[in-house]
């Protein structure tokens, strides 16, 4: 495929994949030391999805795209990149986006996968933007994808309630009209202690960590709420933007209050906040496009509405886009 640069990028289409095993907080009550009234005071989370034995991140990932690109009305042949925001791909190597290039018969396109935790998406999301628009790509398929569930340790309830797993997907082609308006992103590994996935055993690190996610729970939510804040303001001053003209924010799901305080400094109603995290949990990388099909395909997000949506994670990692739907 022949590309060329374009001024700007649009999401076409959409679509996300949520494994068919649940588990409420009443079936998390018999495994972990907590209750259902804890976790819904503290994340707003009623339920999660797990993947079920045998299934993986890549098999996810998949699903979710082939929804995308049946919403976008694109086949394997039209798409030349694929990248895929994970922190639990199945294997070091090969990565997720390789495997999925196979799988969907997309040629010899770039595939690569990108390792921001929460972030994952916006950062693809970013990466693909900045791609199309020098021309090395037209069409390209950007996922979130993640299996958190095994590394889940249910003796750590603070951890261990947060999580689900699934995936979600969105096709962004080059255009000539505005679609993503601008993407910020941020790290800072001095915090890396704050949250922690240890998928492995660096030999700086304890045994004991070793295939945890472990997380400061006081210190995520202060640099959280700090940290969407302030890319927030820098996404709208570098677009000219006033809040009062953001028609709807599609925040990471985290958990609820996060939310809710994010929501509060944009003065923005309830009905103009996207939030999933009750039924979904938090899917790390993959909620943000998961929470955004979710409200397309209902009619919430509708074309030509502007559109905000942020991300924190561990790293720490942090980022933001704004979207002309």
């Known amino acids: 495929m022949t590309s060329f640069a374009h001024p700007y990028t649009r999401i076409v289409?959409?679509?996300?994949?949520l494994p068919k095993n649940v588990m409420t907080n009443e079936d998390v009550e018999k495994v972990c030391d907590?209750?259902?009234q804890w976790i819904?005071?503290?994340?707003g989370i009623e339920q999660r999805h797990f993947c079920e034995e045998g299934e993986s991140t890549a098999d996810m990932a998949e699903a979710a795209a082939r929804n995308a690109m049946e919403s976008a009305g694109v086949e394997a042949g039209d798409i030349d990149l694929i990248i895929v925001g994970t922190s639990s791909a199945d294997y070091g190597s090969p990565s997720v986006a390789s495997m999925l290039q196979h799988r969907l018969g997309c040629n010899t396109i770039c595939a690569f996968d990108v390792s921001a935790a929460c972030t994952g998406f916006?950062?693809?999301l970013g990466v693909a933007d900045s791609m199309i628009k020098a021309g090395t790509a037209t069409t390209a398929l950007v996922i979130g994808a993640e299996?958190?569930?095994?590394?889940?340790?249910w003796e750590e309830r603070n951890t261990a309630v947060i999580f689900g797993d699934g995936a979600g997907a969105a096709v962004v082609k080059g255009s000539d009209e505005p679609g993503i308006l601008s993407t910020h992103l941020h790290a800072d590994g001095s915090k890396k202690d704050s949250l922690f996935l240890n998928n492995g055993k660096p030999v700086y690190e304890p045994a004991e960590r070793a295939n945890k996610v472990t997380m400061d729970g006081q210190d995520v939510f202060k640099n959280a709420v700090k940290r969407f804040s302030e890319v927030i303001d820098q996404c709208l001053t570098a677009n000219n933007v006033a809040k009062e003209?953001?028609?709807?924010?599609?925040?990471?799901q985290a958990n609820i209050r996060i939310i809710q305080a994010v929501q509060k400094k944009l003065a923005m109603k309830d009905d103009q906040?996207?939030?999933?995290?009750?039924?979904t949990a938090n899917n790390s990388a993959a909620t943000v496009p998961i929470a955004l099909d979710i409200a397309s395909r209902d009619g919430r997000v509708k074309p030509g509405q502007l559109v905000i949506s942020a991300a924190f994670g561990a790293g720490l990692t942090w980022g933001a886009l704004l979207l002309r739907f």
Do not use: A, F, M
Request: proline share 3%; net charge negative.
């Open 13 to 17: 289409g959409t679509g996300h994949y």
């Open 34 to 36: 907590t209750t259902s």
């Open 40 to 43: 819904i005071e503290r994340t």
């Open 122 to 124: 916006i950062y693809s």
């Open 147 to 153: 299996r958190i569930s095994q590394y889940l340790d």
């Open 245 to 252: 003209d953001i028609d709807w924010l599609v925040p990471h």
């Open 273 to 279: 906040v996207v939030v999933t995290v009750n039924k």
